[in-house]
Protein backbone atom coordinates (compact mmCIF):
# COMPACT_ATOMS: atom_id res chain seq x y z
CA UNK A 1 0.00 0.00 0.00
CA UNK A 2 1.71 3.53 -1.02
CA UNK A 3 0.46 6.85 -0.81
CA UNK A 4 -1.58 8.39 -4.23
CA UNK A 5 -2.68 11.44 -3.22
CA UNK A 6 -0.56 13.47 -6.11
CA UNK A 7 -2.60 11.21 -8.58
CA UNK A 8 -6.10 10.96 -6.64
CA UNK A 9 -6.20 13.43 -4.19
CA UNK A 10 -5.12 14.01 -0.93
CA UNK A 11 -5.29 10.71 1.66
CA UNK A 12 -6.29 8.48 -1.07
CA UNK A 13 -3.95 5.09 -1.10
CA UNK A 14 -2.58 2.29 -4.19
CA UNK A 15 -2.29 -1.08 -4.36
CA UNK A 16 1.75 -1.47 -5.91
CA UNK A 17 3.12 -4.86 -6.83
CA UNK A 18 6.35 -5.76 -4.80
CA UNK A 19 7.28 -8.31 -6.87
CA UNK A 20 6.86 -9.27 -10.64
CA UNK A 21 3.03 -10.91 -11.13
CA UNK A 22 2.52 -13.29 -14.10
CA UNK A 23 -0.63 -13.45 -16.06
CA UNK A 24 -3.29 -15.19 -14.06
CA UNK A 25 -1.47 -15.16 -10.58
CA UNK A 26 -3.92 -15.03 -7.88
CA UNK A 27 -3.13 -12.02 -6.12
CA UNK A 28 -5.75 -11.10 -3.74
CA UNK A 29 -8.77 -13.28 -1.92
CA UNK A 30 -11.35 -10.76 -0.70
CA UNK A 31 -14.04 -11.23 2.08
CA UNK A 32 -16.11 -8.51 1.52
CA UNK A 33 -18.58 -10.86 -0.36
CA UNK A 34 -18.51 -13.15 3.53
CA UNK A 35 -18.68 -10.14 5.64
CA UNK A 36 -20.82 -7.49 3.96
CA UNK A 37 -24.88 -6.23 4.46
CA UNK A 38 -26.62 -6.52 1.31
CA UNK A 39 -29.02 -3.41 0.64
CA UNK A 40 -31.31 -2.15 -1.80
CA UNK A 41 -30.59 1.32 -3.06
CA UNK A 42 -34.08 2.37 -1.84
CA UNK A 43 -32.50 1.47 2.10
CA UNK A 44 -28.97 2.58 1.03
CA UNK A 45 -30.84 6.03 -0.09
CA UNK A 46 -32.72 6.46 3.16
CA UNK A 47 -29.47 5.72 5.16
CA UNK A 48 -28.56 8.47 3.25
CA UNK A 49 -30.83 10.46 4.24
CA UNK A 50 -30.70 10.11 7.63
CA UNK A 51 -27.34 10.33 8.33
CA UNK A 52 -25.88 12.08 5.31
CA UNK A 53 -22.55 11.85 6.73
CA UNK A 54 -22.21 8.24 5.64
CA UNK A 55 -23.04 9.57 2.02
CA UNK A 56 -19.48 9.55 0.43
CA UNK A 57 -18.74 5.77 2.49
CA UNK A 58 -21.73 4.50 0.87
CA UNK A 59 -21.07 5.34 -2.34
CA UNK A 60 -17.89 4.50 -2.51
CA UNK A 61 -17.28 1.72 -0.74
CA UNK A 62 -20.60 -0.15 -2.08
CA UNK A 63 -20.59 -2.99 -4.76
CA UNK A 64 -23.48 -4.32 -7.03
CA UNK A 65 -24.65 -7.82 -6.24
CA UNK A 66 -27.63 -7.92 -8.21
CA UNK A 67 -30.33 -5.69 -10.01
CA UNK A 68 -31.05 -4.25 -7.08
CA UNK A 69 -28.85 -5.08 -4.34
CA UNK A 70 -25.76 -3.99 -3.23
CA UNK A 71 -23.04 -5.12 -0.96
CA UNK A 72 -21.92 -2.37 1.84
CA UNK A 73 -19.20 -2.71 4.41
CA UNK A 74 -20.81 -4.32 7.87
CA UNK A 75 -18.60 -1.50 9.43
CA UNK A 76 -19.88 1.10 7.80
CA UNK A 77 -21.52 3.01 10.73
CA UNK A 78 -17.67 3.57 11.88
CA UNK A 79 -16.93 3.95 8.01
CA UNK A 80 -14.36 1.45 7.63
CA UNK A 81 -13.90 -1.40 5.44
CA UNK A 82 -13.81 -4.81 5.72
CA UNK A 83 -10.87 -5.84 3.23
CA UNK A 84 -8.16 -3.31 1.72
CA UNK A 85 -9.12 -4.93 -1.62
CA UNK A 86 -10.85 -1.20 -1.94
CA UNK A 87 -7.65 0.22 -2.22
CA UNK A 88 -7.46 -1.32 -6.12
CA UNK A 89 -8.34 1.61 -8.07
CA UNK A 90 -9.88 1.94 -11.44
CA UNK A 91 -8.61 1.79 -14.60
CA UNK A 92 -10.10 1.98 -18.36
CA UNK A 93 -6.68 0.14 -19.27
CA UNK A 94 -6.80 -2.67 -15.96
CA UNK A 95 -3.93 -5.57 -14.97
CA UNK A 96 -6.18 -7.06 -12.75
CA UNK A 97 -9.60 -8.62 -12.47
CA UNK A 98 -11.89 -11.16 -10.82
CA UNK A 99 -10.93 -15.14 -11.28
CA UNK A 100 -14.02 -16.48 -13.32
CA UNK A 101 -14.22 -19.74 -10.87
CA UNK A 102 -13.84 -17.53 -7.42
CA UNK A 103 -15.28 -13.79 -7.45
CA UNK A 104 -14.00 -12.90 -4.52
CA UNK A 105 -10.31 -13.58 -5.64
CA UNK A 106 -8.23 -10.94 -7.92
CA UNK A 107 -6.26 -12.37 -10.39
CA UNK A 108 -3.72 -10.73 -12.81
CA UNK A 109 -4.95 -10.17 -16.43
CA UNK A 110 -0.96 -9.50 -17.65
CA UNK A 111 2.16 -9.65 -16.55
CA UNK A 112 2.55 -6.86 -14.24
CA UNK A 113 6.10 -5.27 -13.17
CA UNK A 114 7.44 -4.29 -9.67
CA UNK A 115 5.99 -0.96 -8.67
CA UNK A 116 3.17 -1.19 -11.09
CA UNK A 117 -0.07 0.07 -9.54
CA UNK A 118 -2.95 -2.94 -9.65
CA UNK A 119 -6.06 -2.44 -10.72
CA UNK A 120 -9.33 -3.43 -12.13
CA UNK A 121 -12.14 -1.50 -14.57
CA UNK A 122 -14.99 -0.59 -12.01
CA UNK A 123 -17.34 -1.93 -14.99
CA UNK A 124 -16.67 -5.57 -14.02
CA UNK A 125 -18.82 -5.31 -11.19
CA UNK A 126 -21.10 -2.05 -11.55
CA UNK A 127 -23.99 -1.72 -13.95
CA UNK A 128 -26.12 1.79 -14.30
CA UNK A 129 -27.42 2.15 -11.08
CA UNK A 130 -23.84 2.42 -9.68
CA UNK A 131 -24.08 4.69 -6.78
CA UNK A 132 -21.16 6.46 -8.27
CA UNK A 133 -22.24 6.41 -11.82
CA UNK A 134 -21.03 9.94 -13.11
CA UNK A 135 -17.65 9.54 -11.70
CA UNK A 136 -14.52 11.29 -13.30
CA UNK A 137 -12.02 8.91 -14.11
CA UNK A 138 -8.46 9.39 -13.75
CA UNK A 139 -6.99 6.39 -14.73
CA UNK A 140 -4.54 8.66 -17.44
CA UNK A 141 -5.46 5.84 -19.79
CA UNK A 142 -4.61 6.38 -23.45
CA UNK A 143 -8.39 4.96 -23.95
CA UNK A 144 -9.94 6.91 -20.99
CA UNK A 145 -13.07 6.65 -21.11
CA UNK A 146 -13.70 9.68 -18.99
CA UNK A 147 -16.95 9.30 -17.20
CA UNK A 148 -18.20 6.08 -16.24
CA UNK A 149 -21.81 5.71 -16.95
CA UNK A 150 -20.81 1.91 -15.74
CA UNK A 151 -22.90 0.76 -19.19
CA UNK A 152 -19.65 -0.98 -20.92
CA UNK A 153 -21.00 -4.36 -20.52
CA UNK A 154 -23.14 -4.04 -23.27
CA UNK A 155 -20.59 -3.62 -26.07
CA UNK A 156 -19.89 -6.39 -27.45
CA UNK A 157 -15.96 -5.90 -27.39
CA UNK A 158 -15.48 -5.17 -24.18
CA UNK A 159 -17.31 -8.33 -23.19
CA UNK A 160 -15.32 -10.36 -25.48
CA UNK A 161 -11.97 -9.03 -23.54
CA UNK A 162 -13.18 -8.85 -19.97
CA UNK A 163 -15.90 -11.07 -19.75
CA UNK A 164 -14.07 -14.06 -17.66
CA UNK A 165 -12.62 -11.01 -15.67
CA UNK A 166 -16.38 -10.05 -14.95
CA UNK A 167 -17.93 -10.25 -11.34
CA UNK A 168 -20.61 -13.16 -11.29
CA UNK A 169 -23.38 -10.35 -11.33
CA UNK A 170 -21.64 -8.70 -14.60
CA UNK A 171 -21.50 -12.06 -16.14
CA UNK A 172 -25.53 -12.73 -15.52
CA UNK A 173 -26.47 -9.19 -17.14
CA UNK A 174 -24.36 -9.61 -20.00
CA UNK A 175 -26.11 -13.21 -20.77
CA UNK A 176 -29.29 -11.63 -20.45
CA UNK A 177 -28.96 -9.21 -23.08
CA UNK A 178 -29.56 -11.65 -25.26
CA UNK A 179 -33.12 -12.61 -24.38
CA UNK A 180 -33.76 -8.92 -21.83
CA UNK A 181 -33.05 -5.58 -23.28
CA UNK A 182 -33.57 -2.71 -21.17
CA UNK A 183 -31.93 0.71 -21.86
CA UNK A 184 -29.09 2.03 -19.96
CA UNK A 185 -31.65 4.88 -18.95
CA UNK A 186 -33.87 2.22 -16.78
CA UNK A 187 -32.98 0.61 -13.67
CA UNK A 188 -34.81 -2.67 -11.81
CA UNK A 189 -36.21 -1.98 -8.44
CA UNK A 190 -36.57 -4.12 -5.57
CA UNK A 191 -39.51 -3.15 -3.42
CA UNK A 192 -40.16 -3.99 -0.24
CA UNK A 193 -41.60 -5.74 1.97
CA UNK A 194 -41.99 -8.28 -0.38
CA UNK A 195 -39.15 -8.11 -2.87
CA UNK A 196 -41.57 -7.16 -5.87
CA UNK A 197 -39.43 -5.73 -9.03
CA UNK A 198 -40.34 -3.76 -11.19
CA UNK A 199 -38.77 -1.15 -13.73
CA UNK A 200 -37.89 2.19 -13.47
CA UNK A 201 -36.48 5.62 -15.26
CA UNK A 202 -32.86 6.30 -13.94
CA UNK A 203 -32.37 9.53 -15.61
CA UNK A 204 -35.00 11.50 -17.65
CA UNK A 205 -36.45 9.71 -20.83
CA UNK A 206 -38.44 11.94 -23.81
CA UNK A 207 -41.62 10.67 -25.05
CA UNK A 208 -41.09 8.38 -28.07
CA UNK A 209 -37.54 6.46 -26.49
CA UNK A 210 -37.35 3.10 -26.78
CA UNK A 211 -37.27 1.53 -22.80
CA UNK A 212 -36.68 -1.45 -23.66
CA UNK A 213 -37.66 -4.57 -25.94
CA UNK A 214 -39.12 -8.09 -25.85
CA UNK A 215 -36.70 -10.43 -27.58
CA UNK A 216 -39.04 -13.83 -26.19
CA UNK A 217 -42.26 -14.37 -24.26
CA UNK A 218 -43.67 -10.99 -23.79
CA UNK A 219 -44.98 -11.48 -20.01
CA UNK A 220 -44.29 -8.79 -16.89
CA UNK A 221 -42.26 -11.24 -15.67
CA UNK A 222 -39.47 -10.86 -18.53
CA UNK A 223 -38.56 -7.21 -17.51
CA UNK A 224 -40.59 -6.75 -14.63
CA UNK A 225 -43.18 -4.37 -16.62
CA UNK A 226 -45.82 -4.22 -14.15
CA UNK A 227 -49.46 -4.53 -15.89
CA UNK A 228 -51.64 -1.11 -15.46
CA UNK A 229 -55.22 -0.12 -17.49
CA UNK A 230 -54.43 1.99 -20.32
CA UNK A 231 -54.67 5.53 -18.80
CA UNK A 232 -52.07 4.70 -16.04
CA UNK A 233 -49.47 3.22 -18.94
CA UNK A 234 -46.57 5.20 -18.89
CA UNK A 235 -45.27 3.30 -22.26
CA UNK A 236 -46.98 1.58 -24.97
CA UNK A 237 -46.34 -1.95 -26.64
CA UNK A 238 -45.47 -1.86 -30.82
CA UNK A 239 -45.82 -4.12 -33.35
CA UNK A 240 -41.76 -5.40 -32.89
CA UNK A 241 -42.68 -6.14 -29.19
CA UNK A 242 -40.50 -2.70 -28.23
CA UNK A 243 -41.64 -0.84 -25.15
CA UNK A 244 -41.68 3.62 -26.13
CA UNK A 245 -42.93 5.67 -23.39
CA UNK A 246 -45.65 7.56 -24.55
CA UNK A 247 -44.60 10.21 -22.57
CA UNK A 248 -41.72 12.06 -20.45
CA UNK A 249 -40.48 9.86 -17.57
CA UNK A 250 -38.52 11.91 -15.13
CA UNK A 251 -36.04 10.43 -12.34
CA UNK A 252 -37.74 7.08 -10.68
CA UNK A 253 -41.04 7.29 -12.46
CA UNK A 254 -42.09 3.47 -13.12
CA UNK A 255 -42.10 2.02 -16.56
CA UNK A 256 -45.46 0.69 -16.76
CA UNK A 257 -47.76 -0.79 -20.28
CA UNK A 258 -51.21 -1.94 -20.78
CA UNK A 259 -50.20 -5.52 -22.65
CA UNK A 260 -53.92 -4.87 -24.68
CA UNK A 261 -54.20 -9.29 -24.31
CA UNK A 262 -50.77 -9.04 -25.97
CA UNK A 263 -49.66 -11.80 -23.49
CA UNK A 264 -47.77 -14.40 -25.99
Known sequence: MVDASEKYGDGQQMVVAAEPINTGDKIWWCTCGDDD??????????????QPNLKNFLCWYSYMAEDDMYMIPRTFDAQQNNDECVLFNHSCEPNCGFDSGDG???????????GEELTYDYHFLETEPSLIRGMECKCEAPSCVGRLMFDRYRDEEFQKR????????????????????????????????????SLHALEWIPAGEIVARFSGVVQPDNHFIRSVNEEEATCVLDDNKQVIAVCDLPPEAEITLNYHGKLL
Open 37 to 50: YMMSRDEICHLIKT
Open 104 to 114: NTIVAIRPIAI
Open 162 to 197: YYDYMSPYLQSRVRELKTKWYSGKCFTRSETPIKTK
